[in-house]
Structure formats: C-alpha cells, structure tokens
C-alpha cells in the first residue's frame, strides 16, 4: 500500500514560523494533486493548500499570502511553510495525495496520519 507520513508539526508563538513535510511511500506511477488539509477541535476539516504536478498552487483565504506549498517529486514529498501563524492555524494538519497506481484514468485519494500545529502567545 501507499503511506503518507506528515511531520513537522509542535508548539509555535504567534507570529513565529514552522515548516510540515509529508512524504509518500510505497509503489505507484505517479502523484497528481497534493494537498494540506486541517482540522481544529470542535470545526469542521478544511483544505489549505494544493499543488498539483506541474507545481500550480491554491490556498485558503485564511492562509493566502502566509503559508506557501510546495513539493519534491525526486523524494515524493510535499511541503508546507507557514509564516505568521495565529491562534486559528491552531489544527491537526493532514496530507492528501492523488495517486495513479496503475495504468488507469482512475486515481486513488491517500492520507497521512496528521500532525499537530498549536500556536501559543
């Protein structure tokens, strides 16, 4: 099977800075779209970031010009910097990967097991 192991993540300050990577392991032809995902207590999971093959990026709103993806597809890996962190960054952050594991149109959605960001003052 395809693993994706998020690390990275601890306590931060508001304002300070940490940088998550996620890398994919196992056997498939290639990785699609990558993706940060999080999760606050009590909220609903919501994406934060995507890049794709080609290295297009999107991000949230709430993270649009503080937090940058970005990716390795020597090492299989997906980086995300976050800058000026506040207290709603404050998540379990989580990798996504669309996968093509065989010679197929058809790909297959993978996470990781998430990463703790808290942001103190």
């Known amino acids: 099977q395809v693993q994706l192991v998020e690390s990275g993540g601890g306590l931060v300050q508001t304002g300070g800075s940490l940088r998550l990577s996620c890398v994919a392991s196992?056997?498939?032809?290639?990785?699609?779209?990558m993706t940060w995902y999080r999760q606050a207590p009590g909220k609903q999971r919501e994406l934060v970031a995507g890049?794709?093959?080609?290295?297009?990026?999107n991000y949230a709103d709430s993270v649009k010009g503080r937090f940058t993806i970005s990716r390795d597809n020597v090492k299989n890996t997906v980086f995300l910097q976050m800058n000026s962190v506040n207290s709603e960054d404050t998540a379990v952050y989580y990798c996504?990967?669309?996968?093509?594991?065989?010679?197929?149109?058809?790909?297959?959605?993978?996470w990781g097991q998430g990463t703790q960001v808290t942001v103190s003052a």
């Open positions: 996504n990967a669309d996968i093509r594991r065989t010679l197929s149109v058809r790909t297959t959605q993978y």
């Open positions: 196992g056997r498939f032809l290639s990785i699609n779209v």
């Open positions: 890049i794709d093959n080609n290295g297009r990026t």
